[in-house]
């Protein structure tokens, strides 16, 4: 029983990222993915999936800070973001059981790097190329088929939000507020 409630929050965090990506502009879109994340965090609450679950508080954390990138200076540095990955790998470090533990800091310090660029294009490149396929992997594994199933609708809707607003028109100035 567990399971499918863990799983019918995996797929309200479907829902939060179906909507995600289609809105024009990056704190839209951190916003809503906060909210998806709540849900996917509970998800791995549930399942007991622990790398799972703090990488989820810290994206939370992430989103919640990124939407202030335009009007806090400090957000634009570039290292903040390197610095901003180290507690997702000490804790990868301090908990290690399996090879497992690598995905959710993988995908993590990518979705990090590549969101605090502010830009769309390269926020949109890295969830499609590590982001989601590590936590897809992590999902099948962890039997988070909620997770699975938003995973495989992140994809989509990135590849639909690259053909709705074209690869140039990412670059909209729009997309950064």
Do not use: H
């Not at 809707?157 to 074209?166: A, C, K, N, Q």
């Amino acid at each position: 029983m567990i399971k499918l409630i863990a799983n019918g929050f995996g797929v309200l965090s479907t829902l939060c990222f179906i909507i995600s990506f289609q809105v024009k502009s990056n704190k839209g879109l951190f916003i809503i993915q906060s909210i998806a994340n709540v849900f996917y965090g509970t998800q791995f609450f549930l399942l007991g999936a622990r790398g799972g679950l703090f990488n989820m508080g810290m994206q939370i954390l992430r989103n919640i800070l990124l939407c202030k990138y335009n009007d806090w200076k400090w957000l634009q540095v570039k290292a903040v973001a390197w610095i901003f990955c180290i507690p997702s790998l000490i804790y990868m470090i301090i908990t290690w059981n399996s090879l497992l533990d690598i995905l959710p800091f993988i995908a993590f310090a990518v979705g990090t790097i590549t969101f605090w660029t502010n830009s769309a294009k390269w926020l949109r490149l890295g969830e499609l190329i590590c982001v989601s396929p590590a936590w897809l992997l992590y999902d099948l594994i962890s039997g988070a088929y909620g997770g699975v199933l938003t995973e495989l609708v992140i994809l989509g809707s990135v590849v639909v939000s690259i053909i709705r607003f074209g690869w140039k028109g990412l670059d909209d100035p729009d997309f950064s507020k």
